[in-house]
């Protein structure tokens, strides 16, 4: 178990790749933001990547550990300490029982991933561990972890030293500018070109009012097609306005001029119309955004973000860890030589032909003196 001393800002449980399947029944798939950063925590500490462990969002908690425990910690840099001490981020680590993991806020990224050897061991809701704290459901007792909770944790395993290689870490922005990926549609056909160039062209500034259900952006104002303004009444008023329909997970759901990108946590249908939509490949940049920075958006090809997602796949698998480096004098020191023949010594024998030796070398020696009569 661990025990939450301090529960930081709304530390979640989350599972990837989430709620799957229940979009029909109102419930989102929830799961981490950042996946890529979440997966590879697992990964560090022998898990399946679908084990659960903990989004810590913009400040991090503070943990007491009640045995030992072999943990990782991935995403945003919040400055982690076991007892007072920093501790290195995307690689394994070893924690006593009564150490005190203690995490500050994001100094690079907003969301910071935590992984358990052997996972948390929550409550299942529709298959998944993911909180989705709107509704209460998922997680413990469906809601963000409280200060005093002991959370259940599956059996620690035993693993040798992890390390995720340097240059297959993700590249948080340093300077509150990201470029987003976006797919065209579903109702790209709604906005003219003259709203297409806007937005594409355009720094989209994300708003406080974002959360894990959708991310409100500032920006330019958008124009819209004759489909928008010259509709029947039943879509409604405004040019945004659709007849409800489904929404695609990363839609960027354009409320009136408000562009709100739907995440993890955000609705399945409304009757808003969502020109792009953000592939999941491009998500784990959403989980590191903070408010105020800035987004720039590059179209790409449905194709395109399918590979995107192939590639993202790769990487959160051992395929991204740090090969052991191997001690070239330990190997000389270990190294076996093949044996291509086996000889029987027969000591008894070589003492014998020894001393016969020496006794034929001892006659020579005498019979080679030389006396001298005076």
């Known amino acids: 178990m661990i025990e939450v001393i301090k529960n930081g800002l709304e530390t979640s449980v989350q599972d990837y790749p989430g709620r799957i399947g229940s979009l029909n029944q109102g419930f989102p798939i929830s799961g981490p933001i950042d996946n890529w950063s979440f997966r590879l925590a697992n990964i560090l500490v022998g898990n399946k990547t679908e084990e659960a462990g ?24 919040m400055n982690p300490k076991i007892d007072g001490s920093p501790v290195p981020m995307w690689e394994n680590i070893y924690v006593k029982a009564n150490q005190i993991l203690e995490m500050e806020f994001a100094k690079i990224g907003a969301r910071s991933y935590i992984a358990f050897s052997g996972g948390v061991q929550t409550n299942q809701w529709l298959n998944s561990r993911s909180t989705f704290h ?23 395993k035993l693993i040798e030293h992890r390390k995720i290689k340097e240059d297959l870490i993700p590249l948080m922005s340093i300077n509150k500018e990201w470029e987003i990926e976006v797919v065209k549609g579903p109702n790209d056909d709604w ?63 354009l409320a009136g001029q408000t562009p709100i990108i739907l995440v993890n946590d955000g609705p399945s249908m409304g009757g808003f119309i969502n020109p792009y939509t953000v592939p999941t490949a491009a998500f784990w940049k959403l989980g590191q955004a903070k408010p105020g920075d800035y987004f720039y ?10 590979d995107l997602r192939i590639k993202l796949n790769k990487l959160c698998s051992e395929f991204s860890l740090e090969k052991k480096s191997i001690n070239k004098k330990m190997m000389k ?9 086996i ?13 016969k030796k020496s006794k034929i070398k001892d006659k020579n020696n005498y019979e080679k003196i030389k006396v001298k009569f005076y």
């Open 343 to 355: 000889k029987i010594r027969d000591f008894d024998k070589e003492k014998y032909q020894e001393r």
């Open 54 to 77: 903990l989004e810590c969002q913009f400040t991090g908690p503070t943990l007491k550990f009640i045995k030992d425990r072999i943990i990782a910690i991935t995403g945003a840099d």
């Open 134 to 156: 709107k509704a209460g459901v998922g997680g413990v007792n469906g809601k963000a972890i409280q200060i005093g909770q002991k959370i259940q944790l599956g059996d620690n």
């Open 191 to 253: 906005i003219d070109e003259e709203g297409h160039k806007k937005f594409l062209n355009s720094k989209w500034k994300l708003q406080s009012k974002s959360d894990r259900t959708g991310y409100r952006l500032e920006g330019p104002k958008w124009t819209f097609t004759k489909k928008a303004t010259e509709k029947s009444f039943e879509h409604g008023s405004e040019p945004s306005n659709i007849i409800d329909q489904g929404y695609p997970l990363g839609g960027i759901n």
């Open 297 to 306: 958006f590059k179209e790409i090809s449905i194709v395109k973000a399918q």
């Open 333 to 341: 020191s270990h190294q076996m030589n093949t044996i291509k023949e």
